[in-house]
């Protein structure tokens, strides 16, 4: 009795988070060009609007992709190095590193993408998509951070020892023990960020100064003249995106762990 | 959220010896640079001053904080216009995160009891649905909330609308704001505002309560339905206990979350009941273009957020240490 209310509690919420998802899917199925639920003679013609037809969704899929996988990147390569120092030497410094490069992330986005806006306007690159691609490389470089850590800190002291008493340096053992142990972690943390970034829209908003928009930037612009299908669209492609890739991360990588579960209970 | 929780946790393994002083040297500055001089050029830049149709200058003027405090005219005239914008921030984003806690608890908890497998499925779920953009998710809630969809017609297709007006419940509503003469409507209004962004964190509150319910001990509760407590005793003397601090840390790191929250606000918040965050975007984008004045209202939004945080990792570590 008991463990039936808990199944159907656990059902009903994953209908009310589905819901939205499932308005919106629903929508985009649309044939004309108002939203409407449940869609009105339902065809795929708004897919091809968004994937090949309208140039402004088009060039902003382009954009969004360029800076999701170009932040995600720039994420991990950042956090690795942070990421050692911290494990390697668990220094004042390092921590005080690990935290700050944290900020961005724990702060109001809207306030960080206020002060990059500034700081890019002093450098005059504002508007330039590397800048998006910098922006949200250190806005996300705390979720990599957090993922390489955690593969760092199960490595098996006995492999380190194994490799020092047979003389291998620093620079070997880093290459074929650490490296290829903290592999899986590395590329979660890349996924996260390229998810996040894929999906975040206010810091983008102020250091693109409108000179480019990306798909989520577009949707907001279009905000005010209401909803098409063709957004709809848009939100599809997202939530698959995101599906496929943390189902990856889950089937290639221990999910459950890398969200702090116990490891010694299975 | 957690990284800095997560990094700051005590090595497992003591590690090899590295040694690359210029190579910290290169890393403090990049994380200078990209991480806190943005937050330092906000701070200084909230001294500053506008210039009359041009833009603005440096200088060393507390005008735009005493503007935020008790409006430009002060003390002729006091007006509490940009408070008032802090408190609708602050009410929005308590009540949504508490909400948003007290839902996804028990989900979690169940959540955890689940097959290492089932557990990997929902995990996927709900991330995909925590990274899904706001723009999008306000966009499903304002399909399901508008007048002339969703909910509203799904009320007066039923019958319901009709119902409400026979039992007198609709006069209720429409004192809470949430009936024109004719239907229901939830927008704009603050139920839509505070259901749109409880949705939002809801999966962030998963996330964050999923450690601590799943390091819980089954033997603990075990020992205790043994002794012959039952599923509320339990619940109230064992469980609750062990994951009060988490839960307060998770509620305060929402509620941060939330305080920065802009599309929900602007889609669905009645416009007399607007957020610091949206003041922000619209000294700093919008028609007003004082970007001194915007930088403060962000210092304020800042020093809230910061606090609430420090709170919440206070917390996170006397959960720690117990």
């Known amino acids: 009795m008991r463990r039936t209310m808990g199944h159907i509690f656990m059902a009903l919420s994953g209908l009310v988070l589905a819901l939205p998802i499932i308005i919106v899917a629903g929508a985009s199925l649309n044939g004309g060009r108002t939203m409407l639920f449940p869609p009105e003679?339902?065809?795929?013609?708004?897919?091809?609007?968004?994937?090949?037809?309208?140039?402004?969704?088009?060039?902003?899929?382009q954009n969004s992709l360029i800076v999701a996988f170009g932040a995600a990147t720039l994420a991990v390569l950042l956090a690795w190095p942070l990421a050692y120092l911290l494990w390697a030497r668990g220094s004042k410094l390092s921590k005080l590193l690990a935290g700050l490069g944290s900020l961005p992330f724990a702060l109001p986005p809207i306030v960080f993408g206020v002060g990059l806006g500034f700081m890019w306007a002093f450098t005059g690159n504002l508007g330039a998509l590397w800048v998006g691609i910098v922006s949200h490389a250190a806005l996300f470089m705390a979720l990599p951070l957090v993922t390489i850590s955690i593969g760092l800190q199960s490595i098996d002291r006995a492999h380190l020892d194994a490799a020092a008493t047979m003389g291998a340096t620093e620079a070997v053992t880093f290459r074929t023990v650490i490296l290829p142990q903290t592999l899986p972690y590395s590329i979660s943390g890349f996924f996260f960020a390229l998810v996040l970034s894929f999906n975040e829209f206010i810091v983008m908003f102020f250091v693109s100064a409108s000179a480019y928009a990306t798909v989520t930037l577009q949707i907001f612009n279009s905000l005010r003249n209401g909803y098409t299908p063709t957004m709809a669209v848009a939100a599809v492609l997202f939530i698959t995106v995101s599906i496929a890739v943390f189902s990856a991360v889950a089937r290639w990588g221990d999910l459950p762990r890398l969200m702090g579960a116990d490891q010694s209970r299975n | 959220m957690t990284a800095v929780d997560n990094a700051k946790a005590p090595l497992a393994t003591?590690?090899?010896?590295?040694?690359?002083?210029?190579?910290?040297?290169?890393?403090?500055?990049?994380?200078?640079?990209?991480?806190?001089?943005?937050?330092?050029?906000?701070?200084?830049?909230?001294?500053?001053?506008?210039?009359?149709?041009?833009?603005?200058?440096?200088?060393?003027?507390?005008?735009?904080?005493?503007?935020?405090?008790?409006?430009?005219?002060?003390?002729?005239?006091?007006?509490?216009?940009?408070?008032?914008?802090?408190?609708?921030?602050?009410?929005?984003?308590?009540?949504?995160?508490?909400?948003?806690?007290?839902?996804?608890?028990?989900?979690?908890?169940?959540?955890?009891?689940?097959?290492?497998?089932?557990?990997?499925?929902?995990?996927?779920?709900?991330?995909?649905?925590?990274?899904?953009?706001?723009?999008?998710?306000?966009?499903?809630?304002?399909?399901?909330?508008?007048?002339?969809?969703?909910?509203?017609?799904?009320?007066?297709?039923?019958?319901?609308?009709?119902?409400?007006?026979?039992?007198g419940w609709f006069e209720v509503l429409r004192e809470w704001g949430l009936a024109n003469p004719r239907n229901v409507k939830f927008k704009t209004s603050e139920f839509a505002t505070i259901l749109t962004m409880s949705y939002l964190v809801w999966p962030y509150a998963v996330i964050l309560l999923y450690p601590a319910l799943s390091r819980l001990d089954p033997s603990l509760t075990e020992a205790a339905r043994t002794m012959g407590a039952g599923p509320a005793r339990v619940m109230t003397s064992v469980i609750l206990p062990t994951v009060k601090l988490p839960l307060i840390g998770a509620t305060l790191l929402l509620f941060v979350f939330l305080l920065g929250s802009y599309v929900t606000v602007v889609v669905f918040a009645e416009p007399a009941k607007q957020t610091t965050a949206v003041a922000v975007y619209e000294s700093v984008r919008g028609s007003t273009l004082d970007a001194p004045f915007g930088a403060a209202q962000a210092v304020i939004l800042l020093v809230t957020a910061a606090g609430f945080l420090a709170i919440a990792q206070w917390l996170t570590k006397r959960s720690e240490a117990r």
């Open chain 2, 14 to 167: 003591p590690a090899p010896r590295a040694r690359w002083p210029l190579g910290s040297l290169a890393m403090a500055l990049v994380v200078g640079f990209l991480c806190v001089t943005p937050f330092i050029l906000v701070i200084v830049i909230s001294f500053g001053q506008k210039i009359e149709g041009a833009g603005w200058e440096w200088a060393f003027t507390f005008a735009n904080y005493q503007r935020f405090f008790v409006g430009a005219l002060w003390p002729d005239e006091v007006t509490f216009l940009h408070l008032q914008r802090l408190y609708y921030a602050l009410y929005y984003a308590v009540i949504a995160s508490v909400l948003a806690v007290l839902t996804a608890f028990p989900f979690t908890y169940l959540l955890t009891r689940l097959s290492r497998r089932a557990q990997s499925i929902w995990l996927v779920f709900i991330l995909a649905s925590l990274s899904l953009s706001e723009v999008f998710i306000v966009m499903g809630w304002d399909v399901l909330l508008s007048n002339r969809s969703g909910l509203p017609m799904l009320f007066e297709v039923s019958g319901a609308t009709d119902w409400l007006k026979r039992t």
């Open chain 1, 41 to 61: 003679d339902p065809n795929f013609a708004r897919f091809v609007e968004f994937f090949v037809t309208e140039t402004i969704w088009v060039r902003a899929l």
